[in-house]
């Protein structure tokens, strides 16, 4: 598979006045290996998932059973809403730091898998990587295959940036990774979890700032590691920073839920990362009030810890589900034991299967899910 061939492969596909589409001069890079095609575009003004996908189908066609990756400007798109057909990139976000956005990433990631979902858990928060910690993930070794993607396939891609810390050396592509260089993943409890956290040291800061950095690193985490999972959950960090920004822009983000407490506070900051989404064209689910209420434990009642908002509401984000205030869901994360599992039959887990069940409907609607043969 080479230039020509893949310009014959998209000769189908014309412009408005009949001429190809892509021609010679569209095409910056072809990288290959068995089973996989990565084709690298510099043509302005096709950078949106539905100008990629026709291109992507074409190359589908002439090329079977192949893996087509395809990329332009920043944009990279692997079939169907980006990441490939049947899978999703899920943003968890709050517009606020504390609300519980990791507490409800990580409990739903493991409710999707009970569903039957192939889920995977990428930690988004650069500065604040907290999963590897409430998965009790806690690795004393280097991942296997540091160092060693994109330097050297091709020469067009540069040598990329180099992290130091606790796992090693970790190189960031600046080109294409193939399946067989993807970076392992590392596993708890079923899920698929990458976190920059494996290479921070715990109690230093990363220091991970300038959109520049901030991009590279987000999609090596998205893009070069062998990720199988079908739903991929990013826990963001808050406010509409640089990796809010990132994900917006360059991300294939099948959509986003929010995490919020009830109070206006919490809901005008969601409400600014709700805008940002939205100028993007990403679709928010619905949200997840947090903290909703606390049962007090002397007369059982239930108790409104915040003031409520209808803010998001009012902008049209429809409420998934709501946890109440728990403080085993502070336990149980501190002891790497996520609480839909140490209490799998109790309120919150039924909740929590609620809000799952819904999330898994929204997906099946969008593309559907591979691991259900795409069909809902
Ligand atoms: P964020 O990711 O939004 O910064 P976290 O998920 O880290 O928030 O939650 C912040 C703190 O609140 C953690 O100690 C967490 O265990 C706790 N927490 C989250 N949700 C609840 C809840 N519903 N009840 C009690 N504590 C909670």
């Not at 520049?212 to 990720?227: H, I, P, T, Y």
């Not at 929590?352 to 691991?371: D, K, N, T």
């Given at each position: 598979m080479d230039e020509a061939a893949v310009v014959a492969a998209l000769a189908p596909l014309t412009d408005s006045d009949g001429s190809?589409?892509?021609?010679?001069?569209?095409?910056y890079g072809v990288m290959a290996e068995a089973g996989w095609l990565c084709v690298s575009l510099r043509k302005e003004g096709i950078n949106s998932a539905e100008l990629l996908a026709p291109i992507h189908a074409e190359l589908g066609r002439a090329f079977p059973n192949t893996e087509v990756e395809v990329r332009v400007d920043r944009r990279i798109y692997r079939g169907g809403e980006g990441f490939g057909d049947g899978r999703h990139v899920v943003a968890v976000l709050g517009g606020k730091g504390g609300v519980g956005k990791s507490t409800v990433a990580v409990n739903l990631a493991l409710t999707l898998w009970a569903l039957g979902i192939p889920v995977g858990l990428l930690d988004g928060d650069l500065n604040a990587p907290d999963i590897p910690h409430m998965l009790g993930v806690h690795p004393k070794e280097e991942p296997?295959?540091?160092?060693?993607?994109?330097?050297?396939?091709?020469?067009?891609?540069?040598a990329g940036r180099t992290v130091v810390g606790r796992g090693g050396a970790w190189r960031l592509s600046s080109g294409p990774v193939p399946p067989s260089r993807r970076r392992p993943l590392y596993g708890r409890h079923n899920l698929e979890i990458m976190s920059v956290g494996f290479v921070a040291p715990e109690r230093r800061p990363m220091a991970l700032t300038g959109r520049g950095m901030v991009s590279s690193m987000l999609r090596s985490l998205l893009f070069d590691m062998a990720w199988t999972a079908d739903v991929l959950l990013i826990d963001a960090p808050p406010g509409t920073g640089d990796e809010i920004q990132v994900m917006a822009r360059e991300l294939p983000l099948s959509g986003a839920i929010f995490v919020t407490t009830p109070h206006d506070l919490a809901q005008m900051d969601a409400e600014r990362t709700f805008t940002l989404l939205r100028e993007q064209g990403i679709m928010v689910m619905g949200m997840v009030q947090n903290m909703s209420s606390l049962t007090c434990p002397h007369c059982d009642r239930e108790v409104d810890l915040f003031g409520q908002s209808s803010r998001l509401a009012d902008a049209g984000v429809q409420v998934l589900g709501r946890i109440p205030f728990d403080t085993r869901l502070s336990v149980n994360a501190d002891q790497g034991l996520p609480l839909v599992l140490g209490d799998p039959t109790g309120p919150i887990s039924y909740e929590f299967a609620r809000i799952g069940v819904r999330v898994r409907s929204w997906l099946r609607e969008r593309g559907g899910i591979r691991a259900e043969g795409l069909s809902s």
């Amino acid at each position: 598979m080479d230039e020509a061939a893949v310009v014959a492969a998209l000769a189908p596909l014309t412009d408005s006045d009949g001429s190809p589409l892509i021609g010679p001069e569209d095409i910056y890079g072809v990288m290959a290996e068995a089973g996989w095609l990565c084709v690298s575009l510099r043509k302005e003004g096709i950078n949106s998932a539905e100008l990629l996908a026709p291109i992507h189908a074409e190359l589908g066609r002439a090329f079977p059973n192949t893996e087509v990756e395809v990329r332009v400007d920043r944009r990279i798109y692997r079939g169907g809403e980006g990441f490939g057909d049947g899978r999703h990139v899920v943003a968890v976000l709050g517009g606020k730091g504390g609300v519980g956005k990791s507490t409800v990433a990580v409990n739903l990631a493991l409710t999707l898998w009970a569903l039957g979902i192939p889920v995977g858990l990428l930690d988004g928060d650069l500065n604040a990587p907290d999963i590897p910690h409430m998965l009790g993930v806690h690795p004393k070794e280097e991942p296997a295959e540091r160092g060693t993607t994109g330097s050297g396939q091709n020469r067009r891609y540069g040598a990329g940036r180099t992290v130091v810390g606790r796992g090693g050396a970790w190189r960031l592509s600046s080109g294409p990774v193939p399946p067989s260089r993807r970076r392992p993943l590392y596993g708890r409890h079923n899920l698929e979890i990458m976190s920059v956290g494996f290479v921070a040291p715990e109690r230093r800061p990363m220091a991970l700032t300038g959109r520049g950095m901030v991009s590279s690193m987000l999609r090596s985490l998205l893009f070069d590691m062998a990720w199988t999972a079908d739903v991929l959950l990013i826990d963001a960090p808050p406010g509409t920073g640089d990796e809010i920004q990132v994900m917006a822009r360059e991300l294939p983000l099948s959509g986003a839920i929010f995490v919020t407490t009830p109070h206006d506070l919490a809901q005008m900051d969601a409400e600014r990362t709700f805008t940002l989404l939205r100028e993007q064209g990403i679709m928010v689910m619905g949200m997840v009030q947090n903290m909703s209420s606390l049962t007090c434990p002397h007369c059982d009642r239930e108790v409104d810890l915040f003031g409520q908002s209808s803010r998001l509401a009012d902008a049209g984000v429809q409420v998934l589900g709501r946890i109440p205030f728990d403080t085993r869901l502070s336990v149980n994360a501190d002891q790497g034991l996520p609480l839909v599992l140490g209490d799998p039959t109790g309120p919150i887990s039924y909740e929590f299967a609620r809000i799952g069940v819904r999330v898994r409907s929204w997906l099946r609607e969008r593309g559907g899910i591979r691991a259900e043969g795409l069909s809902s």
